[in-house]
């Protein structure tokens, strides 16, 4: 039996430590149970108990296709259903195998580093996101994240004395291989731009923040600008900055983050087409590493402040949004046609034709909220494992 494991394992082109019988520092990584045989039923549900007290993360049963592993795998797996566990068997070929480990071994990692996290929210999310609040006691329990709430009125106090008292900082470097249209002369909107940047990042370092998502409305009359700008390039810092008080949508944000390594155009769907699968995300604000290029006009609904246009590259996306409590999930594949720019919408606007046209019943029966982030690539099954993942 120990050969035939040894031969196994080594066909699979996967890092492990084989821990035999010694369950003691079960979940403390990423833990696989390797069902060598049928007959091992019943040690399993004695070991049951004290694998739960140790991890909260689903069972994960591997099996090689010998000695009964599937058909003991099969019952084991009934089994935690009926206890009412959750638990997957991986089965299959060794490239399908090893492919499923690296899916699993990348989801503990996602969710290894979002817990500890800090995230803020400034000021109450924005009256129009009646459906887009947050369970913070479920965020915590289930993702280990932790929900800071922030008053406007200290950011915009923030906002005045970086106004009053300046910075050496404040000059905001434009990246190399983008083009930046200038604003109409708009120079004093650039700068208040730049000022909101400044008391931002005050406030992340403040609060210790990985990120936050802003009322940033607010701004409109409190200061006459936006946080289009800082948003932009906050994000493009590796700092999660989301629009609107969008609670499920920054938590998007950070999971997206962690696993893509940018955070995502968070995006209004605008328009729909079902029978094509084509949709319309518009928003004015998208982080700066996403974009080829980009350029600067006033906020859509305000006209106002600064906006961004940008224009991300062609090619595979993928749009995801998961709910205030974490119970729900979307994901989709698709393709970014084109950017482009219509006079009646936000300012940045990505024209992408979903993979599967069915899944734009979605935005019209079901839809978690209004908002959804876009990424770069294809990230569904990687997503979905981290959603499924615990720790």
């Known amino acids: 039996m120990d050969n035939a494991t040894r031969e196994f394992l080594s066909g699979l082109a996967v890092g492990y430590t084989l821990k035999g019988d010694d369950f003691s520092d ?13 007959g091992t039923e019943g040690l399993f549900a004695r070991l049951l108990p004290s694998l739960r007290e140790r991890s909260s993360q689903p069972f994960y049963l591997l099996t090689s296709g010998k000695s009964n ?4 795998s099969m019952e084991i797996l009934s089994y935690l259903r009926l206890q009412g566990e959750e638990g997957e068997i991986i089965h299959g070929k060794p490239a399908f195998v090893t492919h499923r480990l690296e899916m699993l071994c990348q989801a503990h990692a996602v969710r290894s580093a979002l817990r500890g996290m800090r995230l803020g929210v400034i000021g109450e999310p924005s009256d129009w996101l009646i459906s887009s609040h947050a369970d913070d006691a479920a965020i915590l329990e289930k993702i280990g994240i932790e929900m800071v709430h922030i008053a406007m009125k200290e950011l915009t106090d923030t906002i005045e004395t970086v106004s009053r008292t300046g910075s050496e900082g404040s000059r905001l470097e434009e990246g190399e291989g983008r083009t930046v249209a200038p604003l109409n002369g708009q120079q004093l909107e650039m700068e208040g731009a730049k000022t909101i940047y400044l008391a931002l990042k005050e406030l992340v370092s403040r609060h210790r923040l990985q990120g936050f998502t802003l009322r940033c409305f607010d701004l409109l009359t409190t200061v006459h600008n936006t946080g289009c700008l800082a948003l932009a390039r906050l994000n ?3 700092i999660v900055s989301g629009c609107e008080g969008d609670v499920p949508t920054l938590l998007t944000m950070a999971i997206v983050k962690v696993l893509t390594g940018v955070s995502g155009f968070q995006a209004n769907p605008s328009r729909l087409d079902p029978e094509t699968g084509e949709m319309i995300f518009a928003h004015c604000t998208i982080p700066l590493n996403m974009v080829e290029r980009y350029e600067l006009d006033t906020h859509f609904e305000s006209g106002i402040g600064v906006g961004i246009r940008g224009y991300m590259k062609e090619g595979d996306v993928t749009i995801v949004k998961v709910s205030g409590d974490l119970s729900r999930l979307f994901v989709a594949e698709g393709t970014l046609v084109r950017n482009q720019n219509e006079p009646d919408l936000c300012r940045t606007q990505q024209v992408i034709r979903l993979d599967d046209t069915s899944q734009t019943n979605y935005f019209l029966t079901r839809p978690i909220g209004n908002h959804h982030v876009v990424v770069p690539g294809r990230w569904k099954e990687a997503i979905e494992a981290v959603f499924k993942a615990r720790t």
Request: charged fraction near 15%.
């Open 69 to 72: 592993s599937l058909a003991a």
């Open 236 to 238: 493009a810092e590796g």
């Open 26 to 38: 079960y979940g403390s990584k990423m833990s696989i149970i390797y069902v060598r045989t049928g």
